[in-house]
Nanobody, 113 residues
Framework: QVHLVESGGGLVEAGGSLRLSCTGS????????MTWHRQVQGKAREWVAT???????FYTDSVKGRFTGSRDNTLNTVYLQMNSLKSEDTAVYYC???????WGQGTQVTVSS
């Protein structure tokens, strides 16, 4: 059974940084394409970043140059380093194994302006 646990969210001032973590279990993590998404209350969930098994990364345009995805397959963990945060980055952030329908509980990121 796929299980995902996100952590690392919090309240930060605009321009600040946070690092999110997502630990997965119940599937072959090292072979999994891992994705980050975010959702603002009342809006659709949107894709933010993808971290491929070998570490290649892809980002939505709004976070390019500010967010960096990485992973440690020995820890079954994927990370999202978020720098130069903006108020519009405020959302609940989720990770997901690409192709899966399972979501973690998410972690709240709030950026104050």
């Amino acid at each position: 059974q796929v299980h995902l646990v996100e952590s690392g969210g919090g309240l930060v001032e605009a321009g600040g940084s946070l690092r999110l973590s997502c630990t997965g279990s119940g599937f072959p993590f090292s072979e999994a394409i891992m994705t980050w998404h975010r959702q603002v209350q009342g809006k659709a969930r949107e894709w933010v970043a993808t971290v491929a098994p070998g570490g290649a990364t892809f980002y939505t345009d709004s976070v390019k140059g500010r967010f960096t995805g990485s992973r440690d397959n020995t820890l079954n963990t994927v990370y999202l380093q978020m720098n130069s945060l903006k108020s519009e980055d405020t959302a609940v952030y989720y990770c997901q194994e690409y192709g899966s329908t399972t979501w973690g509980q998410g972690t709240q990121v709030t950026v104050s302006s």
